[in-house]
Each structure stands twice: as C-alpha cells, then as structure tokens.
C-alpha cells in the first residue's frame, strides 16, 4: 500500500504565503516523479508543477513565477511554496506521484486526497 499525504493548506489573505507538502510512504521501491495539480469548483485538475527524481522541473506555463516545486529524495516528500496568493488559487491542492512499489514491475500514479487552499481576504 502507498499512501500520500498533503498538508499546508489553509485560508490566507492575497498576497500571502504558503507551503504544501507532501510525504509518500508505504512499501516504495522508487520513486520517479512527484508533482502537484489543482482543482478548482467546475473545473478540471490542472498539472501546477512536477519534479523528477533528477530534479527535471515542469510548471504550468501560466504559474512560472509565484510558485516553487522541490523535492526531497531521502523523505520522500515534496513540497510547493506558493507566493502572491491571488484568489484564483482558490483549489484543492492534489500531490501526486509516479512510482513503482515494491510488488511490482510498473510505475503508476498515486494521488493524495488533496489539501484546500483558499485564498479570501
């Protein structure tokens, strides 16, 4: 069994801060990328930003700038600090993991149940 497991989230005022993290556990025989995506009321989830195990980085092109994705190997953890908070950050925050576990030969992707965000004044 793997499990993620978010925290941070929170209600913050705009412009404010905040720093999600994300720890797999469970019987992980590797890990090769963690990420995270949002959601959104009425909307699809969306890729925030991903990191591999190399350190490869990707952002969604309309959040470079305010938000950081990093990573650490020896934790199995990954986190996502999010600065200038605007009220369209507004979402559930989902972790997200592609690993291989320790019963098997594939790599699958994993999600965590997800931590709100909300950003109100």
């Known amino acids: 069994q793997v499990q993620l497991v978010e925290s941070g989230g929170g209600l913050v005022q705009p412009g404010g801060s905040l720093r999600l993290s994300c720890a797999a556990s469970?019987?992980?025989?590797?890990?090769?990328?963690m990420g995270w995506y949002r959601q959104a009321p009425g909307k699809q989830r969306d890729l925030v930003a991903r990191?591999?195990?190399?350190?490869?980085?990707n952002y969604a092109d309309s959040l470079k700038g305010r938000f950081t994705v990093s990573r650490d190997n020896a934790k199995n953890t990954v986190y996502l600090q999010i600065n200038s908070l605007k009220p369209e950050d507004t979402a559930v925050y989902y972790c997200?993991?592609?690993?291989?576990?320790?019963?098997?030969?594939?790599?699958?992707?994993?999600w965590g149940q997800g931590t709100q965000v909300t950003v109100s004044s």
């Open positions: 997200n993991a592609l690993l291989r576990t320790e019963a098997t030969t594939n790599s699958l992707n994993y």
């Open positions: 469970g019987s992980i025989f590797s890990i090769y990328a």
């Open positions: 990191i591999s195990s190399g350190g490869r980085i």
